[in-house]
């Protein structure tokens, strides 16, 4: 498709009115000079017919065809005459002479007179070359009392009208497009001298959208469009300081917000850590007394046991979030991902909880994924749904494949999350919990993002939470 610019609008714009005007006042110059043409043709037809008139007078009334034929010759002689014709008072046809020529319709300017006899009082003659009829006495009906000897009907052509129209229609097409064209290169030299430096200032102001902060124009002339070139050059300064000093910022803020986290996730893991060691310590103390039974041995090594389980755990998580690992794709079927999870999913004794998961898979949902992270993405959420159960539940995990997108949804029949905390479900350390790290579901949103995926939370019918994941599918 063709892109009008600036320039290719300019010239045609002005082209267009360029053209405009000069049809408009072609239009009305041949109107008037048309109608002046055939005003002074009308006049110089009449004219001559008249004049035939006072010439035929007397050989019209005693009917003298030879004479009339000669005069009416003499007429026929000029060239706009196509045919005379010349009758007596009783409407018969005296002379009749034609040059054979077809005309049409409006080449033809037809002149009818009437012709009447001479008055003997002496009168004289109009400048227009008028005929007088005779005075005579009212209710006369003598042949020379008053009363028409004859018509003359002369036929002109128009031609000379019509060249002459055409030609001037003619030039005044030359004159057009010869006005079209000086217009179009004027129109070029004022587009080359304003229009042009606006294009500058648009290219220039895109190219520093695009990130190019060292653009710059050269100011050329002292008008309101260098002034404005100059205004350009100012902003873009103006705005190469600002980046600067917005760069300065957001530094000093990252920095901040850094020793923050910093700060905080410290903080978390003395916590975390300080339980567990403080259980070891207790247990080890015990071990070491002389007195303590074998019995009792045995369960401080349980309790050792558990907590140094727990501590790797928790320093799994930490290295999970904070270190992730690039997924690590190949073609997998998510449907073997959740039989699997089904296979090795547990309920801890000490819970005290009849929690069942079930399945609703749909049919192949075969797609690139890191099996392992998927996997643990799964289990963190199964997980998270039993210990959100205060009792006996269930844990739905579907699957679905549509317009090529891979869907997985963990739905618990637990409490439910309250809406105003579900933007912050997936934020590092956040938790409900009295225990935990808060970076289960956090690491379960990095999961899903390095996988080109997405996660939301929906209330589920009957009560409870959905957990919907979306991943790209194989065609991906």
């Not at 653009?215 to 300064?237: I, P």
């Not at 808060?438 to 409870?464: N, W, Y």
């Amino acid at each position: 498709m063709m892109k009008w610019g600036l320039n290719l609008k300019f010239i045609c714009y002005t082209v267009f009115i360029v053209v405009f005007i000069s049809l408009v006042f072609s239009a009305v110059f041949i109107f008037q000079s048309r109608k002046a043409l055939l005003q002074e043709f009308r006049n110089t037809a009449e004219s001559l017919v008249k004049n035939l008139a006072l010439n035929i007078e007397v050989p019209l009334f005693i009917e003298n065809q030879s004479a009339l034929a000669s005069l009416a010759q003499n007429l026929m002689k000029e060239e706009t005459v196509q045919s005379v014709s010349i009758y007596n008072e009783a409407g018969k046809a005296l002379v009749s002479l034609s040059k054979s020529r077809r005309l049409f319709p409006w080449q033809k300017e037809l002149v009818v007179y009437q012709v009447y006899f001479s008055s003997d009082t002496g009168d004289e003659t109009t400048d227009e070359m008028a005929l007088y009829s005779r005075q005579g006495a009212e209710g006369s009906t003598g042949r020379g009392t008053n009363s028409a000897i004859g018509k003359i009907e002369v036929l002109f052509s128009r031609d000379s009208i019509i060249s002459a129209l055409n030609r001037m229609r003619w030039w005044i097409f030359i004159s057009a497009t010869i006005a079209a064209c000086i217009g179009g290169v004027a129109a070029l030299y004022f587009s080359r001298t304003l229009i042009l430096p606006v294009q500058r200032l648009a290219q220039a102001t895109y190219s520093i959208a695009r990130g190019n902060w060292e653009e710059r124009l050269s100011v050329s002339g002292s008008d309101e469009l260098g002034q404005l070139t100059e205004s350009f050059n100012l902003m873009a300064q103006s705005l190469i300081s600002k980046r600067d000093e917005l760069e300065d910022t957001y530094r000093a803020l990252g920095h901040r917000d850094r020793l923050a986290e910093i700060g905080k996730f410290s903080t978390i893991i003395a916590h975390e850590l300080k339980n567990p060691l403080g259980i070891i310590k207790g247990a080890v103390d015990i071990i070491a007394k002389p007195s303590t039974t074998p019995e009792l041995n045995e369960t401080m090594s349980g309790y050792i046991q558990d907590e140094v389980r727990r501590l790797n755990k928790i320093i799994d998580d930490f290295l999970a979030f904070a270190r992730p690992a690039p997924p690590q794709k190949q073609l997998c079927d998510v449907n073997d991902v959740v039989r699997k999870l089904a296979a090795h999913f547990s309920v801890p004794d000490e819970e005290q909880k009849n929690v069942r998961l079930q399945l609703d898979l749909c049919g192949r949902t075969q797609t690139h994924i890191d099996e392992d992270q998927i996997y643990q993405v799964l289990l963190n959420l199964a997980n998270n749904a039993q210990q959100a159960m205060e009792r006996d539940g269930s844990i739905t995990i579907r699957t679905g494949c549509h317009e090529g997108l891979i869907t997985l949804q963990v739905q618990d029949s637990g409490p439910g999350i309250p809406y105003e905390i579900r933007e912050k479900v997936f934020e590092p350390f956040f938790t409900t919990k009295t225990q935990g790290t808060g970076l289960g579901l956090a690491i379960v949103k990095k999961f899903i993002e390095s996988h080109q995926g997405g996660i939301s939370i929906a209330d589920a019918p009957g009560g409870g939470t959905v957990f919907k994941i979306v991943l790209p599918g194989a065609e991906a």
